[in-house]
């Protein structure tokens, strides 16, 4: 599991000799299961604390915000600058939740105009107008991506990303694969280089394990003499009329509800919310929330930048709409402060009304790690 920042991303086909650039305040968490959240605000966007319902998706302060499971696929061979390395292969699917997924599905509502009937599939809502020309997205299409990483030492690691000499000569991992260019539209080879700001080596064991672990696996944790006791868990937003896939994969996807993830992480939290009837309902605001929040210690919760041990700089969030539907606060403390969830556990946000006429977000814990050894 970790806590990872991206320092440069480059573009050789469309950039050529160009340095590598970041105007993001990338944060990516991740489980030991390889649950992820990552978010890619733009750097000083003055809507990352917007909750406005004027905010349109013009105004939309992310360059990407998505979350899935990673695939490890172990070490390959691949050529990098000219030489066969072996580097690990990581499969990314985010099917789960991408913003980009959801704010197509969103124009799409906003073309064909607005739709009556909650819950109902494409081409069943009497006020829905149908063209030719209007195509709806399709979870299904949302293409996995693959990267393949290496960890490196880089004495020119100060320019590599961005004058941050703190960082130099320190470990960090170089991101290489093909993905598409928001610039040119087109897909295109990348280079990116990642830091970790938290990582915990996991590795099977049938024995006793250094995490209370409320999952259904134990890890061995690697640790040092200096160590420090940090907890993971991931919660996500259960549907309490789950569709069924081949209806989503028809284009039939239900337009009620929400979907959502969680991850704390050590001092971290991240998630993302979808409020799905704010897409199907035109005029009804940015369908997306997002919260990123830093845990300073004793329930004390930073905003604005917040600077780690390493001196990387990363922009607490507090973005849209429904950010109050986010799990409680005493259910998120699991970071220096310990907390008391256990996987299957519920926290339910209610929204409107009471009992079965009411709606709410029931937010699961699907994964709790506590107490981890984390190496210093």
């Not at 172990?74 to 292969?89: F, H, M, P, S, Y």
């Not at 604005?304 to 998120?332: K, M, N, W, Y």
Request: aromatic residues 8%.
């Amino acid at each position: 599991m970790s806590a990872s920042t991206r320092l440069s991303i480059h573009w050789p086909q469309s950039e050529g000799l160009s340095p590598p650039s970041e105007k993001t305040s990338t944060l990516v968490l991740t489980s030991p299961e390889g649950r992820f959240v990552d978010v890619r605000p733009l750097l000083h966007h003055p809507g990352l604390k917007s909750s406005s319902s004027e905010t349109l998706i013009t105004d939309y302060p992310f360059e990407w915000a998505f979350a899935g499971h990673e695939i490890d696929h172990g070490q390959v061979e691949v050529e990098i600058d000219g030489e066969l390395t072996k580097v690990a292969k990581i499969e990314f699917d985010h099917k789960f939740f991408d913003d980009v997924f959801i704010h197509r599905l969103t124009e799409y509502y906003h073309i064909q105009g607005k739709g009556e009937g909650e819950g109902k599939g494409e081409g069943q809502s009497s006020g829905m107008k149908t063209t030719e020309t209007a195509k709806r997205p399709i979870r299904s299409e949302i293409a996995t991506d693959v990267g393949f990483f290496q960890v490196i030492t880089d004495p020119d690691a100060s320019q590599t990303i961005g004058g941050n000499s703190s960082l130099a000569n320190s470990p960090f991992r170089r991101e290489t694969g093909e993905m598409q260019n928001p610039k040119t539209d087109h897909v295109e080879p990348y280079v990116e280089i990642w830091k970790s700001l938290i990582e915990i080596s996991t590795t099977s064991s049938s024995s006793s394990s250094s995490c209370c672990c409320s999952s259904s696996s134990s890890s061995s944790i690697s640790t040092s003499n200096n160590t420090t006791k940090l907890n993971c868990c991931v919660w996500d937003i259960v549907s309490e009329k789950p569709q069924n896939n081949t209806d989503i994969e028809q284009g039939a996807e239900a337009m009620s509800g929400y979907e959502g993830r969680v991850i704390s992480f050590g001092p971290w939290t991240q998630g993302l919310l979808w409020n799905k009837a704010r897409s199907a309902d035109t005029g009804s605001g940015e369908p997306i929330s997002v919260i990123r929040r830093f845990d300073a210690g004793k329930g004390k919760l930073k905003c604005g930048q917040v600077a780690d041990e390493s001196g990387i700089e990363i922009d607490t969030i507090e973005f849209g709409l429904d950010v109050g539907l986010f799990p409680r606060d005493s259910q998120l403390g699991l970071t220096r402060g310990g907390g008391s969830c256990n996987v299957g556990d519920d926290d339910v946000v209610v929204v409107s009304g009471e009992g079965d006429g009411g709606d709410c977000v029931r937010w699961r814990c699907v994964e709790c790690w506590k107490s981890c050894d984390l190496k210093l």
